[in-house]
Protein backbone atom coordinates (compact mmCIF):
# COMPACT_ATOMS: atom_id res chain seq x y z
CA UNK A 1 0.00 0.00 0.00
CA UNK A 2 2.79 2.30 0.85
CA UNK A 3 4.31 1.73 -2.63
CA UNK A 4 0.93 2.48 -4.07
CA UNK A 5 0.74 6.03 -2.12
CA UNK A 6 3.90 6.67 -3.16
CA UNK A 7 3.01 6.05 -6.82
CA UNK A 8 -0.06 8.45 -6.34
CA UNK A 9 1.66 11.09 -4.36
CA UNK A 10 4.60 10.88 -6.75
CA UNK A 11 2.44 11.08 -10.13
CA UNK A 12 0.15 14.05 -9.27
CA UNK A 13 3.63 15.72 -10.39
CA UNK A 14 2.94 14.59 -13.90
CA UNK A 15 1.24 18.04 -14.61
CA UNK A 16 3.96 20.62 -13.61
CA UNK A 17 3.95 23.31 -16.18
CA UNK A 18 1.90 26.53 -17.40
CA UNK A 19 -1.66 25.98 -18.81
CA UNK A 20 -2.01 26.30 -22.17
CA UNK A 21 -4.22 23.54 -23.93
CA UNK A 22 -6.20 21.28 -22.26
CA UNK A 23 -3.80 18.16 -21.69
CA UNK A 24 -6.92 16.08 -19.85
CA UNK A 25 -9.09 16.32 -23.00
CA UNK A 26 -6.20 14.14 -24.39
CA UNK A 27 -5.79 11.93 -21.98
CA UNK A 28 -9.66 10.55 -22.26
CA UNK A 29 -9.54 7.18 -23.39
CA UNK A 30 -5.68 6.93 -23.60
CA UNK A 31 -3.16 6.87 -20.77
CA UNK A 32 -0.64 8.81 -18.84
CA UNK A 33 2.49 6.91 -17.99
CA UNK A 34 5.09 7.63 -15.37
CA UNK A 35 8.28 5.81 -15.47
CA UNK A 36 10.64 6.82 -12.45
CA UNK A 37 14.33 6.96 -11.87
CA UNK A 38 14.46 2.86 -11.47
CA UNK A 39 12.56 2.08 -14.08
CA UNK A 40 9.61 0.89 -12.38
CA UNK A 41 6.02 2.51 -14.23
CA UNK A 42 2.87 3.85 -12.96
CA UNK A 43 -0.41 3.96 -15.45
CA UNK A 44 -3.32 6.88 -15.11
CA UNK A 45 -6.78 6.54 -16.81
CA UNK A 46 -7.99 9.80 -16.46
CA UNK A 47 -12.09 9.86 -17.47
CA UNK A 48 -14.14 13.01 -18.40
CA UNK A 49 -16.40 12.64 -15.14
CA UNK A 50 -13.33 13.80 -13.71
CA UNK A 51 -12.20 9.87 -12.20
CA UNK A 52 -9.41 8.13 -12.14
CA UNK A 53 -7.90 4.98 -12.13
CA UNK A 54 -4.16 4.29 -10.82
CA UNK A 55 -2.44 1.12 -11.86
CA UNK A 56 0.57 1.21 -9.30
CA UNK A 57 4.56 -0.31 -10.08
CA UNK A 58 3.28 -3.01 -8.08
CA UNK A 59 -0.04 -3.85 -9.70
CA UNK A 60 -2.46 -2.18 -6.64
CA UNK A 61 -5.30 -0.08 -8.51
CA UNK A 62 -6.53 2.74 -6.81
CA UNK A 63 -9.64 4.64 -7.91
CA UNK A 64 -10.18 8.27 -7.07
CA UNK A 65 -11.26 12.04 -8.56
CA UNK A 66 -9.34 14.68 -10.03
CA UNK A 67 -10.05 18.41 -10.71
CA UNK A 68 -8.44 21.29 -12.58
CA UNK A 69 -8.59 24.33 -10.83
CA UNK A 70 -6.84 27.23 -13.11
CA UNK A 71 -3.15 25.77 -12.95
CA UNK A 72 -3.51 22.99 -10.57
CA UNK A 73 -4.55 19.42 -11.32
CA UNK A 74 -5.85 17.98 -7.72
CA UNK A 75 -6.17 14.26 -6.98
CA UNK A 76 -7.86 12.21 -4.27
CA UNK A 77 -7.77 8.69 -4.18
CA UNK A 78 -11.11 7.15 -2.79
CA UNK A 79 -10.15 7.24 1.23
CA UNK A 80 -7.00 9.48 0.69
CA UNK A 81 -6.13 12.77 1.16
CA UNK A 82 -5.99 15.42 -1.83
CA UNK A 83 -2.37 16.35 -3.75
CA UNK A 84 -2.08 18.98 -5.93
CA UNK A 85 0.09 20.68 -8.05
CA UNK A 86 0.72 22.19 -11.24
CA UNK A 87 -0.70 21.11 -14.16
CA UNK A 88 0.68 20.17 -17.61
CA UNK A 89 -1.01 21.65 -20.54
CA UNK A 90 -0.55 21.32 -24.53
CA UNK A 91 0.15 18.07 -24.29
CA UNK A 92 -0.80 15.31 -26.88
CA UNK A 93 -1.05 11.50 -27.44
CA UNK A 94 2.60 10.54 -28.17
CA UNK A 95 4.58 13.49 -26.46
CA UNK A 96 6.79 12.55 -23.62
CA UNK A 97 8.29 14.56 -21.31
CA UNK A 98 10.83 14.66 -17.91
CA UNK A 99 9.55 16.77 -14.85
CA UNK A 100 10.62 16.97 -11.12
CA UNK A 101 8.49 14.54 -9.09
CA UNK A 102 6.89 15.40 -5.72
CA UNK A 103 10.04 13.82 -3.89
CA UNK A 104 12.83 15.54 -6.48
CA UNK A 105 13.54 12.79 -8.58
CA UNK A 106 13.48 12.97 -12.40
CA UNK A 107 10.19 11.56 -13.88
CA UNK A 108 9.37 10.51 -17.33
CA UNK A 109 5.67 11.31 -18.33
CA UNK A 110 4.28 10.00 -21.59
CA UNK A 111 0.74 10.26 -22.55
CA UNK A 112 0.36 6.95 -24.67
CA UNK A 113 -2.12 6.12 -27.21
CA UNK A 114 -5.25 3.45 -25.74
CA UNK A 115 -5.21 1.89 -22.32
Not at 13 to 31: C, K, L
Not at 79 to 89: L, N
Not at 102 to 112: K, N, R
Request: aromatic fraction near 8%; charge should be negative.
Amino acid sequence: MKKTIAALVLGVSMFASPAVADTMENAYGNTIVITYPSGASARYHFNADQTFTLIAPDGAQVTGSYEIAGDQICLTPAGGERACTQYVAGKSVGDSWTQVATDGSQITVTLQAGR
